[in-house]
Nanobody
Framework: QVQLVESGGGPVQAGGSLRLSCAAS????????MGWFRQAPGKEREGVAT???????GYADSVKGRFTISKDNAKNTLYLQMSSLKAEDTAMYYC????????????????????WGQGTQVTVSS
């Protein structure tokens, strides 16, 4: 019955910023590995950022220095702060979480993530 609900996507100009949110229910954000993935039309879903149960983060090279993943444990919510957005960031962005009890984030192992949100579209205009 775990649910992940993304919000915050939309159209944005190149160079602009957006903050995506992922509200979790029936799941504890603080103690588990969670991540953000994205998928552009005709392309495979790719990992963007992860954060583990200790707060350690990892980023794809393409977003390093521009995106920040974080948790607000009090709100049981995962965030992705995106800045200096580029046209190539255009994609459907998905929140993902490992099965409850898994604090460790395996690097870019999509199959390790059990729960997925419905996605929120980010469209960056050049």
């Amino acid at each position: 019955q775990v649910q992940l609900v993304e919000s915050g996507g939309g159209p944005v100009q190149a160079g602009g910023s957006l903050r995506l949110s992922c509200a979790a229910s029936k799941y504890t954000v603080s103690s588990n590995c969670m991540g953000w993935f994205r998928q552009a039309p005709g392309k495979e879903r790719e990992g963007v950022a992860t954060i583990d149960g200790r707060g350690s983060t990892g980023y794809a090279d393409s977003v390093k220095g521009r995106f920040t993943i974080s948790k607000d444990n009090a709100k049981n919510t995962l965030y992705l702060q995106m800045s200096s957005l580029k046209a190539e960031d255009t994609a459907m962005y998905y929140c993902a979480a490992r099965y409850d009890g898994n604090s460790y984030c395996p690097t870019w192992l999509r199959a390790a993530f059990t729960y997925w949100g419905q996605g929120t579209q980010v469209t960056v205009s050049s």
